[in-house]
């Protein structure tokens, strides 16, 4: 157990909808990030986000966004949701702004349908 | 980041030690070889980094070759468990710029352990 929680672990909508992915981060640790993990392109990081700020952005679709709360859970929000985004998502946490130590969540299976 | 060159896929049985070779021939003298595992459909698992020493935790041991060109991850005794891909990671520790904490995985090397 890493220590980082997400839910829901399954989310079944249809195409054209939104749904939101949440994340709970290790005690303490100040930084959040997304990672999505498809069939096709394997483990890409989205966004990671810094004590409530956003720092680091990687290939994340402008239909995605996230945010960090100032209990330091955060959340990405998907939205006129497609076929092809069908995948594992992944939040992971560190202590710090420049954390290669990450420990990740068990991740949310999204199925758009 | 320093590209990686790990093979596709490794076998091993129980018990035995699995050795997980990595190549990165153009690494710089400020960046570290960290190694990750994913068992099926799990998050990844950190599990231990070096920079030129060797290194040693709970769950397995790094080898750094002196040029620093290539590193090998030992599990000393694989279980069943230790089935899963392993991803060789090479990034200056605290990277800074717009890269911040961002990890790219390769494909890995895909380890099957066998009773």
């Known amino acids: 157990d890493s220590g980082v929680t997400q839910t829901p672990k399954h989310l079944i909508t249809a195409t054209g909808q939104r749904v939101t992915l949440r994340c709970s981060p290790r005690s303490g640790d100040l930084s959040v990030y997304w990672y999505q993990q498809s069939l096709d392109q394997g483990l890409q990081f989205l966004i990671q986000?810094?004590?409530?700020?956003?720092?680091a952005k990687g290939n994340i679709l402008e239909r995605f966004s996230a945010q960090q709360f100032p209990d330091l859970h955060s959340e990405l929000n998907l939205s006129s949701l497609e076929l092809g985004d069908s995948a594992l998502y992944f939040c992971?946490?560190?202590?710090?702004?420049?954390?290669?130590?990450?420990?990740f969540g068990p991740g949310t299976r999204l199925t758009v349908t | 980041d320093a590209k990686t060159t790990q093979p596709p896929s490794m076998d091993c049985a129980e018990g035995r030690a699995a050795n997980l070779p990595c190549n990165h021939s153009?690494?710089?003298?400020?960046?570290?070889v960290y190694w990750y595992r994913q068992i099926h459909s799990q998050g990844p698992q950190y599990i231990i980094h070096g920079l030129k020493n060797n290194e040693t935790n709970e769950m397995a041991s790094l080898i750094i070759t002196e040029d620093r060109k290539s590193s090998t991850l030992i599990l000393p005794h694989a279980t069943l468990r230790d089935t899963a891909v392993y991803y060789c990671i090479v990034r200056v520790e605290g990277a800074g710029g717009t890269s911040y904490g961002k990890l790219t995985f390769g494909q890995g090397t895909i380890l099957t352990v066998h009773p």
């Open positions: 986000y810094y004590n409530g700020e956003e720092r």
């Open positions: 153009t690494i710089s003298g400020n960046e570290y």
């Open positions: 992971a946490s560190s202590p710090h702004l420049k954390g290669n130590e990450q420990y």
